[in-house]
């Protein structure tokens, strides 16, 4: 049994940066209390990029959620994003979509573009009316500048900041994919995702971008879960403004694979970062499925494991109770060999073929202390692999949801 | 809007006892460490008793699950049941069924019946298998008896017994029927439940047991959720022994109705007693859900509520956090109107219309002082009604589930 052998890799993971013509900003607006925090960002390209989204699925879907889809469906481009944290304007009625397009019209006004290439996106508490005046501040205070502000003026209870870059050689030019994101609670996309953000200056055939987005978000976004909960919110928005200047990106460039690599390695990463960074998580949990009888069936069975409370508490005591994993398995309609399924717990084996292997408990023990603990389980049931990434159930999951509002 | 209303009550709800022709015993046999703490029952009808049973869906169904499942199916048969918890024999593999087919005939020599009339519940620790010496020295020390030692023999985590015994008059007889149950975590039982036992002397026709049963546990033990994790030993099996005397009651019985709502009566119960003492809980949580477009809907949309992490760290601390609420119902694919969808809190108005309600926030806070907090959805799609239970999120949850195996 080996683990998931990885590919040759072509592209490069950078420091964070922006892509060629991307520029953007970050304020405190005064949307949260403390003025150290920033709550308001924006990005902006040169010239309209190439535009791309996936939404929650969850039918209360919010305002500026609802606004940024139609609007990226218009004309599949957008030159600017903007964002705000603390006020999620989701549940606020036809109030919530007028405040969304105000957002949107003064940020065009601002930028002198038109409102049809302006994105909103917001993420916080539900329910409550944005403060426009305090949003038209915010607004006004924003400048076109290539620091890296707005990467964590989108943060609610995370952490740090998640961003990540990635390089990738299309024709001999340099393209370079930027991605940065937020989630922390309330994490279990469909289909969707958190607050994330993907600009790439590669020059991208016409319409392939979305079918690219859609593809990489099921492997890596919709594969992490912290609480089980889809947020109303939710959204990838992706950009591609061709000003790298490579020979247009089609499915059949020598060097699709390669970007798709690199594009993958930017959601995988900002998707484990959500993972990691879960609220009040104190361990990543990831899970291979290998054996399996499908694709669908590996995937479902990975993420039914990251998303059993009774697993997660058990990772976050350190407690190698594999019988969890095994109902968790269990409880899926994936097919499973259920005399032959075994599971290894950081290349540890804990369960052989449907019975305990005889593991030593110290051993076991002292691996479960690591921060990131890597499950993986063979279903003797066929050759398709999944994967899925969540974190554990703390005390400080509870405390920080039990009071969240206050 | 009014809340549902009660029909008119035609049992009795009386103190537990068992009905007529109805022995058990529960003793210390040495799988729990605590002398104190009873480990191993069993219950017997002087007659052989029509038998039925719903059992978990988790692919990894245990071995005594299987087999009273399989006795059952035999000749819809029973004439008694022997319990253990501490160790599930659980992911046992074919030592699993030989151990569990051991207890079967153990029992059965004892009381000097076919093991094809003794069913088979084990409850505890997945993965770990039946230490036979302590099993068979239980078994030898059961006796006939009418004390309730059975109901406290098979809890693990549970903070208390679980029982409830209701009568209603059925031609001029009085049938008595008395349930209990276990469960404190790993609940959420789909189309089965926790080890729950319910047993009457009623005399029912041939067969309609079976169907009074599946129809009953689907809108009482399969709408509690404690974690979302399904158990691999649920089930719930219940006897009818005939004892009573009362005329055959068929569906056309004038007291037919009057029957399944004593029996949904005692269930019902039961399953709220799992929910409220659901591991860590400090609440108990009822939902339910008015104006659905289906039943169905109504049950998914109740279900998810109580099953949401959110939800229930909001009500933990006593936060009225209704953007929880809605993102929850939003997640299902019930039919809502999602601008006319109201929620109550005990009564008091949360939620109007998808905005929300101008309520008093120390009012409120105040009611989400109850231990029993009463969430009331209207989804304006329909005349349709569903409930579900569940309970809070607390440390006390996570402190017990990281260190169960210690």
Request: charged share 20%; proline share 3%.
């Amino acid at each position: 049994m080996q683990s998931i052998l990885k590919k040759e890799q072509k592209y490069q993971i950078i420091p964070f940066t922006w892509p060629k013509g991307y520029k953007s900003d970050g304020v405190h607006a005064g949307l949260r209390k403390n003025p150290q925090k920033k709550d308001m960002g924006w990005l902006y390209s040169k010239v309209p990029a190439q535009a791309a989204g996936t939404y929650t699925t969850n039918q209360f879907q919010a305002a500026p959620t609802k606004l940024t889809k139609q609007t990226i469906n218009k004309s599949h481009q957008l030159q600017a994003m903007v964002m705000n944290t603390a006020i999620a304007n989701s549940v606020t009625g036809e109030q919530g979509m007028l405040d969304a397009k105000k957002m949107q019209q003064l940020t065009a006004d601002k930028l002198d573009i038109t409102p049809d290439l302006v994105g909103v996106a917001s993420t916080g508490l539900i329910g409550e009316p944005l403060p426009m005046k305090t949003i038209a501040k915010g607004i006004s205070q924003l400048e076109l500048l290539d620091n890296d502000y707005v990467t964590s003026a989108i943060l609610t209870t995370d952490k740090h900041q998640k961003t990540i870059a990635a390089q990738v050689e299309i024709g001999g030019k340099t393209v370079t994919i930027s991605g940065f994101c937020k989630g922390s609670g309330m994490i279990h996309p469909k289909m969707a995702t958190m607050l994330g953000f993907v600009v790439t200056d590669a020059n991208i055939q016409d319409g392939l971008l979305q079918d690219i987005l859609s593809q990489q978000v099921d492997s890596t976004f919709n594969q992490i879960t912290v609480d089980g909960d889809t947020s109303t919110n939710d959204m990838v928005v992706t950009l591609a403004n061709g000003l790298a200047g490579n020979p247009e990106l089609t499915t059949q460039s020598p060097e699709y694979e390669d970007f798709i690599s690199a594009y993958n390695a930017v959601l995988s990463e900002l998707a484990q970062d959500i993972a990691a960074d879960g609220e009040g998580s104190t361990k990543l949990v990831e899970v291979n499925v290998e054996n399996a009888a499908t694709h669908d069936d590996a995937q479902k069975v990975s993420k039914a494991i990251v998303g059993s409370n009774l697993v997660k508490a058990a990772i976050f005591g350190e407690d190698a109770n594999w019988g969890r994993i095994i109902a968790a398995i269990g409880q899926t309609n994936a097919k499973v060999d259920i005399e032959h399924t075994s599971v290894w717990l950081n290349d540890l084996e804990l369960v052989d073929n449907s019975s305990s292997a005889n593991f030593d408990e110290i051993t076991m023990k002292e691996s479960l202390k690591d921060n990131k603990i890597t499950i993986l389980v063979d279903l003797n049931s066929g050759t398709a692999t999944g994967q899925a990434w969540g974190c554990d159930l703390t005390y400080n999951y509870v405390r920080i949801n039990a009071t969240y509002r206050s």
